[in-house]
């Protein structure tokens, strides 16, 4: 995960302390160790013996493709385990196995448009996400799922991304044919917690 904290967004740091703490708690529930729950961050937190990895390469103009940037990250250092890159509002809701994918797995909405909230990536992705880094930064995108979407459906990568069922990322749009397409128990489930639809 990443917390990327920026002054005069519209989250105060709070916000990302209380999701921090929602998080790694929900996840210890569910079966992690401490020590598999990787958070990388602007600023320094620690709970249930889970502390953020502190780092400046985060982006802050697209603030929710931080998480590409995380990913690129651990990649760089040479992360050979499988990575699940999730959003601070994408919450595990059951234990579930890793799922079978090529170079990198995501999900899509209720229309065939990848969503960049929980994706899973494999050492073999690297440079796809490097593609994706570098595209948001040459365009100065503040969003990373046009990019996203454009880049793992271009003939260079569409063979090397796998479409993963829709309940590894249930969230509230398109959310009746998210749930009825997931695969049952809904492992993920996605929503703001302050969103009063949420």
């Not at 793992?152 to 829709?166: A, D, M, P, Q």
Request: net charge positive; hydrophobic share 35%.
């Amino acid at each position: 995960m990443v917390a990327n904290f920026i002054l005069g967004s519209k989250y105060p740091k709070e916000y990302f302390e209380k999701a921090l703490a929602a998080q790694i708690e929900n996840s210890i529930d569910l079966g992690w160790e401490p020590e598999n729950i990787v958070i990388l961050s602007n600023f320094s937190f620690k709970y249930m013996k889970v502390e953020t990895i502190k780092t400046s390469d985060l982006n802050t103009l697209c603030l929710t493709g931080s998480k590409m940037f995380g990913v690129k990250w651990l990649l760089s250092k040479g992360e050979k385990e499988l990575i699940w890159a999730h959003d601070l509002d994408a919450w595990q809701n059951v234990w579930f196995d890793p799922p079978k994918l090529k170079d990198v797995g995501i999900c899509q909405y209720s229309s065939p448009k990848f969503n960049g909230g929980s994706i899973f990536w494999k050492s073999t992705g690297e440079d796809i996400c490097t593609a994706v880094v570098e595209e948001i930064l040459n365009i100065e995108s503040p969003r990373e799922e046009p990019i996203i979407d454009k880049l793992f459906k271009s003939k260079t990568y569409k063979k090397r991304v796998s479409i993963l069922n829709s309940s590894l990322n249930v969230g509230c749009s398109g959310f009746k044919e998210r749930y009825g397409n997931g695969i049952k128990p809904i492992k993920v489930c996605h929503f703001h917690p302050n969103n009063r639809l949420a």
